[in-house]
Nanobody, 116 residues
Framework: QVQLVESGGGLVQAGGSLRLSCAAR????????RAWYRQAPGKQRELVAK???????NYADSVKGRFTISRDNAWNTVYLQMNNLKPEDTAVYYC??????????WGKGTLVTVSS
């Protein structure tokens, strides 16, 4: 059984920083990409940042220059460093894995709340 475990969410004031972690547990097939998505109340889930097996990255326009996605060498853990947080970053953040066979997995989410 595969599992994604997120951590690092919490309450922070605007302008502050948080670092999210996503640990992959179990026997995954070949992972081609890992990503962070978020869903704010009343809104659709959106892609925040993605990193591929080749370490290519892409970001939502709203977080460029403020958020950084990274991974450890073993591809077990992916991080999302979030700086200069804004109230509009408040959301539940979900970790995602895409395998080369097309399977996709999601974590349960971690809540990030940014107060003004």
């Amino acid at each position: 059984q595969v599992q994604l475990v997120e951590s690092g969410g919490g309450l922070v004031q605007a302008g502050g920083s948080l670092r999210l972690s996503c640990a992959a547990r179990g026997n995954f097939f070949t992972m081609t990409a890992r990503a962070w998505y978020r869903q704010a109340p009343g809104k659709q889930r959106e892609l925040v940042a993605k990193i591929t097996s080749g370490r290519s990255t892409n970001y939502a326009d709203s977080v460029k220059g403020r958020f950084t996605i990274s991974r450890d060498n073993a591809w077990n853990t992916v991080y999302l460093q979030m700086n200069n947080l804004k109230p509009e970053d408040t959301a539940v953040y979900y970790c995602n894995v895409l395998e080369s066979n097309g399977m996709e997995y999601w974590g349960k989410g971690t809540l990030v709340t940014v107060s003004s």
